[in-house]
């Protein structure tokens, strides 16, 4: 789990990265909670991901948004967060050119970010966002939605109500080719104290079965 430093548009950004061991392995970004709020790529929930998509065989990266940790810059409203998103991908690609696929996962506002990080980037297939703060930021965006993908909300989450999530499940559903597999953890708070594992294993269920399903899409695709 090396540290990794590389160049984001306001200068050097912090990371850690696993590179898997498998040719042609799939990438995965994971994306923090607010910055501002407490957020680092050394969150809870967050290193649960990360180490979920790694035993999936995944090259994983997860790092710090300017101004958190080692990353310089200054908290930018979502708009330089982004752009140090894409930064972050582009570094992971440079080092995984034959990658076999390209995932996101984001918790709370990295959720945000990492959604409209989707619909700038094609080559994403899917996504994991863990508290999408469907009630703070606008998600208007994901019209339509590129990709279909994993969702996870708390039913007691004080900051992000449940009922926006799943108006925004309900709106990103209705789209033709989209399914999102939306589940609701019982007894959560925002914070997830007591649902890492649960988290951990419904995405690992999801991977699974995602991967799965794009395998069989590509061999089909292939034999016509």
């Known amino acids: 789990m090396p540290d990794v430093?590389?160049?984001?548009?306001?200068?050097?950004?912090?990371?850690r990265y696993l590179h898997s061991k498998t040719p042609n392995a799939p990438i995965a970004l994971m994306l923090h909670p607010h910055p501002e709020q407490g957020g680092t790529m050394n969150?809870?929930?967050v290193y649960t991901l990360y180490q979920v998509f790694a035993r999936q065989g995944f090259s994983v990266l997860?790092?710090?948004f300017r101004g958190v940790g080692r990353s310089q810059g200054i908290f930018d409203r979502g708009e330089g967060e982004l752009s140090d998103a894409a930064s972050a991908l582009d570094w992971l690609q440079t080092f995984n050119e034959n990658a076999s696929a390209c995932w996101i996962a984001g918790y709370s506002f990295g959720a945000w970010i990492g959604m409209q990080l989707l619909m700038r980037r094609p080559e994403i297939s899917g996504f994991v966002s863990?508290?999408?703060?469907?009630?703070?930021?606008?998600?208007s965006f994901l019209a339509p939605c590129p990709s279909s993908g994993l969702i996870l909300q708390g039913d007691k989450d004080e900051v992000v109500p449940e009922a926006s999530v799943a108006k925004?499940?309900?709106k990103l559903s209705a789209q033709r080719g989209i399914e999102i597999d939306y589940r609701v953890i019982a007894g959560a708070t925002h914070m997830f104290r007591d649902e890492l594992t649960q988290i951990s294993e419904h995405t690992d269920q999801y991977l699974t079965k995602a991967r799965a399903e794009q395998a069989e899409q590509a061999a089909a695709s292939a034999a016509t």
Do not use: H, T
């Open 5 to 15: 430093i590389f160049n984001g548009p306001e200068g050097r950004l912090e990371g």
């Open 43 to 45: 969150n809870k929930v």
């Open 62 to 64: 997860r790092f710090n």
């Open 130 to 139: 863990i508290a999408p703060p469907a009630n703070a930021f606008d998600f």
């Open 168 to 170: 925004l499940v309900e």
